[in-house]
């Protein structure tokens, strides 16, 4: 890695930790102490854990070894783990989500490939995720999963045409499988 | 006039409570063609309100018969001042966004039928129930006179489709 290259202030930092009450105000501590912006995040529970994804910045360049530092002494102290990626400049900017946004929402009882089969299919067809969850609900004897996730469809594609491509995983999976507009009203 | 340039946040004038329109005048006559003019030009806008061109009176303007959502039910173009809501039925979840706060949208919950009364430029007074989109866009319009903006109301986050409880 170029001198340069090391010295870009945008990181990705990821963190997970056993959820406790803490977890957030610990972690954007030790950013505002170094001077970090939270440009972008997303944080939420899996699980027992608590999980954090964040796009960092700095004004000025900025070695990731400092962040490093300061969050090896944060995991020393409380056990979170942290993950730092340096970033390229356009890494920082949000794609422009020009079509039709869409929730698609697929459950059933559990078996293995439902996340896989589904999301190949939107892959092939150039559906993009811009969101996803999973979560495994219902009973130890009847399991059963339940995937949401949002999708920008591109140029031509329609919700109902999107819906028919996911047909042959209704039947092959035996899940439910419902894709709807959640295009936001501009107001 | 021309259409005016929607303000976004922070611009002050967006979280203050908008004065009753008390006599109209040719100053209110004019503001009301500048809210129609702004909300044509806005793409895909249904609707402004008087705060968004930076005047803090009660008078906002909504037009939903043009759009996908609304065309069904509506009152075609609608001009109110000092509206008020009188009664409202139902709720549903829908994904807003606001001219003056670009690039963000959110989950807000609102009524789907209110009964609204309000001043038109005549001077005369209408009542009467809007329902679906339109009651939303009513209701969001509305919600600028009282320094409300949509991230006031969100419900739930993006993430959060479904609640996570316990795990066995």
């Known amino acids: 890695m170029t001198k340069k290259t090391e010295e870009l202030a945008h990181f990705a ?38 999980a954090m994804i964040l796009i960092v910045t700095h004004d000025k360049p900025f070695p990731k070894i400092r962040l490093a530092d300061e969050f090896r002494l944060l995991h020393e102290r409380t056990g979170l783990t942290v993950h730092l990626r340096t970033l390229h400049e356009d890494e920082l900017k949000h794609p422009s989500e020009e ?56 140029q031509g594609m329609t919700v109902d045409a999107t819906s028919a491509l996911l047909e042959t995983h209704r039947n092959e999976l035996q899940v439910e499988i419902s894709v709807r507009t959640i295009t936001p009203v501009s107001l | 006039m021309p259409p005016q340039p929607i303000l976004t946040y922070p611009h002050p004038v967006l979280k203050k409570i908008a004065k009753p329109v008390t006599v109209i005048d040719d100053a209110i ?73 670009p690039d963000y949208t959110g989950e807000v919950e609102r009524a789907t039928a209110v009964t609204v009364r309000f ?26 006179l009282d320094g409300i903006l949509f991230l006031d109301r969100i419900v739930s986050l993006k993430t959060g489709l479904f609640r996570r409880k316990s795990y066995n």
Do not use: W
């Open chain 1, 13 to 50: 930092v990821t963190i997970i930790s056993k959820d406790r009450p803490g977890i957030v105000a610990d972690t954007t501590e030790v950013l505002y102490r170094l001077g970090c912006n939270i440009e972008d995040s997303s944080c939420t529970m899996l699980g027992g854990d608590f």
């Open chain 1, 99 to 154: 079509g039709e946004l869409c929730l698609i929402s697929v459950y059933g009882s559990d078996r293995p490939g439902i996340v896989y089969q589904v999301t190949r299919t939107l892959a092939d067809h150039k559906i993009n995720i811009t969101d996803l969850n999973t979560r495994l609900i219902g009973t130890q004897e009847e399991p059963v999963y339940v995937l949401m996730l949002e999708a920008v469809l591109p």
């Open chain 2, 29 to 101: 006559l004019a503001l009301i063609s500048d809210l129609l003019d702004t909300m044509k030009t806005g793409p895909g806008s249904v609707g402004v309100a008087a705060p968004q061109i930076g005047v803090s009176l009660r008078a906002c303007v909504v037009d939903v018969s043009n759009n996908r959502l609304g065309k069904e039910n509506n009152h075609g173009l609608l001009v109110m001042l000092n509206p008020e809501i009188v009664a409202r039925s139902g709720s549903a979840v829908m994904r807003e966004g606001c001219m003056s706060i």
């Open chain 2, 119 to 144: 001043m038109v430029g005549t001077g005369k007074v209408y009542e009467f129930e809007a329902i679906g989109f339109e009651a939303v866009a009513i209701q969001h319009e509305m919600d600028h």
